[in-house]
């Protein structure tokens, strides 16, 4: 059974940055295309980046240029280094797999269709 555990969240001021972990187990991650979501307070979850297993990412627009998603396979852990963050970034987020997917367009992706989760973490930016 595949597990993803993130870590990295905490409170930054705005033009901060952070780093999200999303550590898995029972399985290779280089196997599952992954992907980052967020929730704030009274909003939908939103797709915020992704990485598919030959490496291409995508990024939602509202994230490009500012957040990198990456993978270090030798780890089976991927990444979401966020800089010039900003208040509107205060959310809880989420580390997602799935197994069958090649791409998908993040920004307005389902997130019922991911087969795994982690528990989230919350990042917290202050203006």
């Known amino acids: 059974q595949v597990q993803l555990v993130e870590s990295g969240g905490g409170s930054v001021q705005s033009g901060g940055s952070l780093t999200l972990s999303c550590a898995v187990t029972?399985?290779?991650?280089?196997?599952?295309?992954m992907a980052w979501f967020r929730q704030a307070p009274g909003k939908e979850r939103e797709g915020v980046a992704a990485i598919a297993a030959d490496g291409s990412t995508t990024y939602a627009d509202s994230v490009k240029g500012r957040f990198t998603v990456s993978r270090d396979t030798a780890k089976n852990t991927v990444y979401l280094k966020m800089n010039s963050l900003k208040p509107e970034d205060t959310a809880v987020y989420y580390c997602?797999?799935?197994?069958?997917?090649?791409?998908?367009?993040?920004?307005?992706?389902?997130?019922?269709?991911?087969?795994?989760w982690g528990q989230g973490t919350q990042v917290t930016v202050s203006s």
């Open positions: 029972g399985s290779t991650s280089s196997r599952y295309f």
């Open positions: 997602a797999a799935d197994s069958t997917l090649l791409s998908v367009v993040i920004g307005t992706v389902d997130p019922s269709i991911f087969e795994f």
